[in-house]
Nanobody, 124 residues
C-alpha cells in the first residue's frame, strides 16, 4: 500500500521554526519529484516547493523563497520541509505529494500520490 505520512506540524509562535517530515512507503521516492503543498483555512491549494529525485534541484513559490527549504533523504524514503520565520499566514494544512514529473498542479488528484496532511498553526 502506498502511503505518504506527514508529521511535525503543531503550534508555533510567529518568527519560530518548524520542520515537517513526510515518510513514504510502498514506493521508492528516489524515482519521484516530491512536493509540499498547503491549504489555509477557507482557501485553495497553494503550491510551496518541489525537489527532484536526486535532491539537487528545488523550486519554490516566490512567497516562500528564503524562508522554506525542501530536502530529501532517499535512503530513508523521507522528504522534509524546514520552515523558518513563520508568520500567521503560514497557518495551513501541509500536504506532501509525489509525482514522476515536475509541475505546480492546482489540485490533489493531479499528483500521483498525496498524503493526509499535517496542521501547522502559527499564533502568539
Amino acid at each position: 500500500e502506498v502511503q505518504l505520512v506527514e508529521s511535525g506540524g503543531g503550534l508555533a509562535q510567529p518568527g519560530k521554526s518548524l520542520r515537517l517530515s513526510c515518510a513514504a512507503s510502498g514506493f521508492p521516492i528516489s524515482s519521484y519529484w516530491m512536493y509540499w503543498v498547503r491549504q489555509a483555512p477557507g482557501k485553495g491549494l497553494e503550491w510551496i516547493s518541489g525537489i527532484n529525485s536526486g535532491g539537487d534541484t528545488a523550486f519554490y513559490a516566490d512567497s516562500m523563497k528564503g524562508r522554506f527549504t525542501i530536502s530529501r533523504d532517499n535512503a530513508k524514503n523521507t522528504v522534509y520541509l524546514q520552515m523558518n520565520s513563520l508568520k500567521p499566514e503560514d497557518t495551513a494544512l501541509y500536504y506532501c505529494a509525489a509525482d514522476p514529473l515536475y509541475g505546480r498542479w492546482p489540485s490533489a488528484d493531479l499528483y500521483r500520490y498525496w498524503g493526509q496532511g499535517t496542521l501547522v498553526t502559527v499564533s502568539s
